[in-house]
């Protein structure tokens, strides 16, 4: 699929039924290339890395778990375990991903999901005034904020993992 297709990618035009709904002023941007990993997406936007909200799928004992973090950060599943007092998390396969989010792996969005999903939103994304997600294809975004992001998908807001770190902004983002 090229850039030109992907604003009428069934997954995109979902998402920005979602986002239209619940009232996001926020316009579902289309990407040149594809932005799978936060560093990705930030150079394309000429942003910082850290304002890049990746997403990322967790199985939490066969139930999905959205973990939305700051592209600068990696996910501690033993702490997340630990804060939702599960014995474990692992990281989703892209089958478990598609089936819980109808999303491929490197643009799932917060939203547009076929049912609602537990999610954690990484409190170090409330130091960015702007922060991008993923709006449903690896080649789209669109602008929120860490409190839209809240509100959209009833997130909870929690410390998924240490500081920075300079690998986490390579890492695919489900």
Do not use: C, K
Not at 35 to 47: E, I, K, M, N
Not at 142 to 165: I, K, M, N, R, W
């Amino acid at each position: 699929m090229t850039a030109a297709e992907t604003p009428h990618h069934p997954r995109v035009a979902e998402v920005e039924q979602v986002l239209r709904t619940a009232g996001v002023t926020g316009e579902v941007r289309v990407l040149p290339d594809s932005a799978r990993t936060a560093a990705a997406a930030a150079a394309q936007l000429g942003v910082e890395v850290g304002a890049i909200a990746n997403s990322l799928v967790f199985d939490a004992g066969d139930l999905p778990l959205l973990v939305l973090t700051s592209g600068a950060h990696r996910v501690d599943e033993a702490l997340v375990a630990d804060l939702l007092g599960l014995p474990r998390i692992t990281r989703a396969t892209p089958e478990f991903v598609r089936r819980h989010t109808g999303q491929a792996i490197g643009g799932v969005a917060p939203v547009g999901h076929p049912e609602p999903i537990g999610t954690l939103v990484d409190v170090e994304l409330a130091r960015y005034a702007r922060v991008w997600a993923a709006a449903g294809h690896p080649h789209t975004v669109f602008p929120t904020s860490y409190d839209e992001l809240l509100q959209l998908t009833a997130g909870t807001p929690a410390e998924v993992g240490p500081g920075p770190s300079p690998a986490a902004a390579d890492e695919e983002t489900p």
